[in-house]
């Protein structure tokens, strides 16, 4: 599994755009990048995956470049309830889920006012 | 709609005692995985099923053991619990094709 590195904190304020960008330069021809979020007191929960290039949902956006050594996850006009923790993950074709998951250390963000 | 249910949510151990911490999915996911937590740090892999009667150790598996009887029910095992497995504790399932769904977790705490 491909080790992926993102920076431990983050601030921001409420409005903005906030972009988190994970680094995994040993990615796999076969992984994927998948983020959780992860409340206080709560267990992960999925907010978007991708392979290649742009991916969009209603809760945010994931940008991968074409060599795939990193990614960014982008949160459109955060709120303050959007403070949490977000893990970037490798996982090969996650939503085969032909392995284990493996957590890295997050990137806590918090928004203020 | 129940998704993944972890029991209890709270305990409090003696140092030698044992306990079971349940969980159960009610999604027909053949992958189940269970987590630690410890604070202000990420999850960490105990142990991780594929299929029923199918388990594997993850990233930290001393101290604890697992089974699979059923695809639904994935219960972990402290035999004899230790200050260091104070932690929160959290279980996940995933589908062929879906991502990983998480239960609430379990705040264990070792006296």
């Known amino acids: 599994l491909a080790k992926t590195t993102q920076p431990i904190s983050m601030d921001s304020y409420e409005g903005q755009e906030v972009n988190i960008t994970c680094s995994h330069n040993n990615i796999a021809t076969n992984d994927y990048i998948t983020w959780y979020q992860q409340f206080p007191s709560q267990g992960p929960r999925f907010i978007i995956q991708?392979?290649?290039t742009k991916v969009t949902n209603e809760v945010a956006s994931l940008f991968i470049p074409a060599d795939r050594k990193s990614s960014t996850l982008s949160l459109p006009r955060v709120s303050l309830s959007d403070t949490a923790v977000y893990y970037c993950?490798?996982?090969?074709?996650?939503?085969?889920?032909?392995?284990?998951?493996?957590f890295g250390s997050g990137t806590r963000l918090s928004i203020r006012p | 709609n129940a998704g993944v249910t972890q029991t209890p949510k709270f305990r409090i151990l003696k140092i030698g005692q044992s306990m079971t911490l349940q969980c159960t999915q009610d999604m027909n996911h053949n992958y189940m995985y269970w987590y630690r937590q410890d604070p202000g740090m990420g999850l960490k892999l105990i142990y991780y099923s594929v299929g029923a009667g199918i388990t594997d150790k993850g990233e930290v598996p001393n101290g604890y053991n697992v089974s699979r009887s059923t695809t639904e029910d994935f219960p972990l095992r402290l035999e004899l619990a230790a200050p260091s497995q104070t932690s929160v504790y959290f279980c996940a399932s995933q589908g062929l094709n879906t991502e990983a769904f998480f239960g609430q977790g379990t705040r264990l705490t070792v006296v």
């Open positions: 991708g392979y290649k």
């Open positions: 993950l490798a996982t090969p074709n996650a939503y085969s889920s032909a392995s284990k998951i493996i």
